[in-house]
């Protein structure tokens, strides 16, 4: 069945979702402000920023009502691609103890 | 011959195996297409990642006003156009052909308003100094790495105003039908979630204090 025929279901949802993305914008803002810094910052923001995405996938682009056999194909491969990715930290932090990059 | 007696292979048209997943063709074409350019964007901002970590003197130029105030209009204006997206994947769904077009057309508005505003603070980042190799404030790579990012996704911006303004017209004109509003829905909000990751990390992470 049509993933957009199925979710038609009224558009109080949509507009919960739409609420509470920008809701999470707004605690990201409010997060750069506080004093944290560094890292800790980072994950905190990273950390909105991935339940504003899954909200995304997952109400406004219908991934919720798609079969879960292209759910797990499609979500697999990006979070493996994107975990082999990190590999790339360790020579960044090398690279931090050596010489920076020069102006 | 009807299509339904047209034979591929030598087999009959309904012995054909049934599209994967059981959505539309075109609609795994751009599930994939998404996801392939989600990498792209994750390699650049693992690239930003990389390049900000090891560089101390990075410069933190956004100020409140006027960069972070316009980076939230920026984000209310892209959000609310993926809600009126929404709306004209509905309307189309629902056979109301003139209220999807006339959403699709609200929802490219929207995009072209972001962009706009987009340009805006790029120019008065060049104004301040700030080139792809060079800024008053710290490491040349600032330059490169904020216009690479932003750049990259003011390029999906425009790209998809103008599918839209394209797909909306042909859907009036009978040749697309509602999956390909749906379709071209699924890329603006795709947009909108790059942006989501874009904001903090470009933005929130180098305010000024």
Do not use: C
């Not at chain 1, 800790?40 to 909105?48: D, E, I, K």
């Not at chain 2, 087999?11 to 989600?38: N, Q, R, Y």
């Not at chain 2, 972070?68 to 920026?74: D, E, L, S």
């Not at chain 2, 909108?192 to 903090?200: A, G």
Request: hydrophobic share 55%; aromatic share 14%.
């Amino acid at each position: 069945m049509d993933a957009a025929k199925k979710d038609s279901g009224g558009l109080t949802i949509y507009l919960v979702v739409y609420v509470s993305i920008l809701a999470l914008a707004g605690v990201q803002i409010l997060l750069a402000y506080q004093h944290t810094e560094g890292p800790q910052l980072f994950f905190r923001v990273l950390s909105v920023a991935l339940v504003q995405a899954w909200l995304a996938v997952m109400f406004f682009m219908h991934m919720r009502t798609e079969r879960r056999s292209l759910v797990l194909s499609l979500g697999l491969y990006t979070v493996f691609v994107l975990l082999m990715m990190n590999m790339i930290w360790s020579d960044s932090f090398r690279l931090l103890q050596m010489r920076p990059f020069p102006k | 011959m009807s299509d339904a007696n047209i034979t591929m292979g030598g087999h009959p048209a309904g012995v054909m195996e049934e599209s994967p997943f059981a959505i539309p063709s075109k609609k795994l074409v751009m599930w994939l297409f998404i996801i392939s350019d989600a990498v792209t964007f994750a390699a650049i901002l693992f690239a930003y990642g990389y390049l900000r970590n090891a560089t101390p003197d990075w410069p933190r130029p956004f100020k409140f006003s006027p960069s972070i105030v316009n980076v939230i209009f920026m984000t209310f204006i892209l959000v609310t156009s993926s809600l009126t997206m929404l709306m004209g994947v509905r309307a189309a769904k629902a056979g109301d052909k003139s209220g999807a077009i006339r959403w699709t057309f609200i929802t490219a508005a929207g995009g072209l308003l972001f962009a706009l505003l987009h340009i805006r603070e790029w120019l008065g980042l060049i104004k301040e100094g700030v080139r792809l190799f060079q800024n008053p404030w710290g490491s040349g790579l600032f330059g490169a790495a904020f216009f690479s990012i932003t750049g990259l996704h003011l390029a999906h911006v425009i790209g998809g105003v103008i599918a839209l303004v394209i797909v909306a017209l042909r859907y009036k004109r009978g040749r697309y039908n509602s999956d390909d509003i749906e379709i071209s829905g699924l890329y603006w909000h795709f947009v909108d979630l790059v942006w989501m990751f874009v904001v903090p990390f470009v933005y929130l992470l180098n305010v000024a204090r």
